[in-house]
């Protein structure tokens, strides 16, 4: 599946798909909020010609992902520590959302590399787009 060389992937942005996290290649939980190239949402603009639309690029490597998942999940619900033999990447759409103590709201993402342990706690509940790196084994969170 992941037969694109990322020097091929033509983006008119700062960051070069190269550059892009991969829940592959990282030991930590990587977010918009430590994004190590700095502010992702600068770096990542892609130009257009469209007045008043505005683009920026996911700075994830999707290229192993195989699985979307949209998960819903109510208020007032807490999911204990576990971890999954994947990586996972998280978007919120909605809602908000507390990964091992740090807080995520909606336009917030998140890569949690293999293996990594973490709970979830949510007051309001929270939508998002869950992308796995096989099937999911644990269906939680």
Same mark, same amino acid.
């Given at each position: 599946?992941?037969?694109?060389?990322?020097?091929?992937?033509?983006?008119?942005?700062?960051?070069?798909?190269?550059?892009?996290?991969?829940?592959?290649?990282?030991?930590?939980?990587?977010?918009?909020?430590?994004?190590?190239?700095?502010?992702?949402?600068?770096?990542?603009?892609?130009?257009?010609?469209?007045?008043?639309?505005?683009?920026?690029?996911?700075?994830?490597?999707?290229?192993?992902?195989?699985?979307?998942?949209?998960?819903?999940?109510?208020?007032?619900?807490?999911?204990?520590?576990?971890?999954?033999?994947?990586?996972?990447?998280?978007?919120? /759409? !909605? +809602?908000?959302?507390? @990964?091992? #103590?740090?807080?995520?709201?909606? &336009? *917030?993402?998140?890569?949690?590399?293999?293996?990594?342990?973490?709970?979830?706690?949510? /007051? !309001? +509940?929270?939508?998002? @787009?869950? #992308?796995?790196?096989?099937?999911? &084994? *644990?269906?939680?969170?």
């Amino acid at each position: 599946m992941a037969n694109i060389n990322p020097e091929d992937v033509k983006l008119d942005t700062k960051l070069s798909f190269s550059a892009f996290v991969s829940p592959k290649n990282t030991s930590t939980i990587i977010s918009n909020k430590n994004f190590p190239h700095g502010d992702w949402s600068e770096c990542c603009e892609i130009s257009h010609r469209f007045e008043g639309v505005y683009k920026r690029a996911l700075p994830i490597d999707f290229r192993d992902f195989c699985m979307l998942v949209l998960t819903k999940v109510a208020p007032k619900t807490n999911v204990p520590q576990h971890s999954h033999k994947e990586g996972i990447f998280r978007y919120i /759409i !909605e +809602g908000s959302l507390t @990964i091992n #103590g740090e807080h995520y709201r909606a &336009g *917030d993402w998140l890569v949690v590399p293999e293996g990594m342990p973490y709970e979830i706690s949510t /007051i !309001e +509940g929270y939508t998002a @787009i869950a #992308g796995y790196l096989m099937a999911c &084994g *644990d269906p939680g969170g």
